[in-house]
């Protein structure tokens, strides 16, 4: 079983950048396609983007388009997403999720069974 943890997120203002990143331990995820979705207080998790095992096909939320961008290290284990030009609206807690092995880069939550803790981001106006 692949644990997911999260880090990077923090307190930026409006306009700066930040990079998350999602360690994975237990076994490889080098062969799962990853996610990464976010909440907001008071709503519901939503999709921000996804890559696949290869880390050659990419799927981004319109909302984030141009200005995120999904990456992976398969020898390090890891997946990264690097948020440039942050928006007051990017506020939220980010998770990152990965798929049973094998599987295509998905967009909705219940394609991912396996989930990190989140990570807190916060963009002040």
């Known amino acids: 079983q692949v644990q997911l943890v999260e880090s990077g997120g923090g307190l930026v203002q409006a306009g700066d950048s930040l990079r998350l990143s999602c360690a994975a331990s237990?076994?490889?995820?080098?062969?799962?396609?990853m996610g990464w979705f976010r909440q907001a207080p008071g709503k519901e998790r939503e999709f921000v983007a996804t890559?696949?095992?290869?880390?050659?096909?990419?799927i981004y939320a319109d909302s984030v388009k141009g200005r995120f961008t999904v990456s992976r290290d398969n020898a390090k284990n890891t997946g990264y997403l690097q948020m440039n030009s942050l928006k007051p609206e990017d506020t939220a807690v980010y998770y990152c999720?990965?798929?049973?092995?094998?599987?295509?880069?998905?967009?909705?939550?219940?394609?991912?069974?396996?989930w990190g803790q989140g990570t807190q981001v916060t963009v002040s106006s």
């Open positions: 237990g076994r490889t995820f080098s062969n799962s396609a």
């Open positions: 999720a990965a798929r049973e092995s094998m599987l295509a880069a998905a967009t909705t939550r219940l394609q991912y069974g396996i």
């Open positions: 890559i696949d095992w290869r880390g050659t096909y990419t």
